[in-house]
């Protein structure tokens, strides 16, 4: 079993930056990939980034790619999601995932946490 709890979410005016975090537990958490998905008011979940413990391919979705990454602290078990240049259309409930297989993570991740809502303004 691993356990997400994501934190950092709040209101930001559009340029501006949050840092998302996702605290994971749970045994063999080096053997998961990690990710983010988001989902924006009235559309389906979608797939952020992805990474994995034990080394440093990482995947972005297209639109995100370059203004935001994601980072990993393996001492702390956390996951990070820097996200800059923030747009109206960033805005989103974003959650954690985690799975052992990193294509598994982008289609369908075994474990989630509970989200964080991150509101652009314009």
């Known amino acids: 079993q691993v356990q997400l709890v994501e934190s950092g979410g709040g209101s930001v005016q559009a340029g501006g930056s949050l840092r998302l975090s996702c605290a994971a537990s749970?045994?063999?958490?080096?053997?998961?990939?990690m990710g983010w998905f988001r989902e924006p008011p009235g559309k389906k979940r979608e797939f952020v980034a992805a990474i994995r413990w034990t080394d440093i391919i990482t995947n972005y979705s297209d639109s995100m790619e370059g203004r935001f990454t994601i980072s990993r602290d393996n001492a702390k078990n956390t996951v990070y999601l820097q996200m800059n240049s923030l747009k109206p259309e960033d805005t989103a409930v974003y959650y954690c995932?985690?799975?052992?297989?990193?294509?598994?993570?982008?289609?369908?991740?075994?474990?989630w946490g509970q989200g964080t809502r991150v509101t652009v303004s314009s």
């Open positions: 749970g045994r063999t958490l080096s053997r998961y990939s």
């Open positions: 995932a985690a799975d052992l297989s990193l294509t598994e993570l982008r289609r369908s991740p075994d474990y």
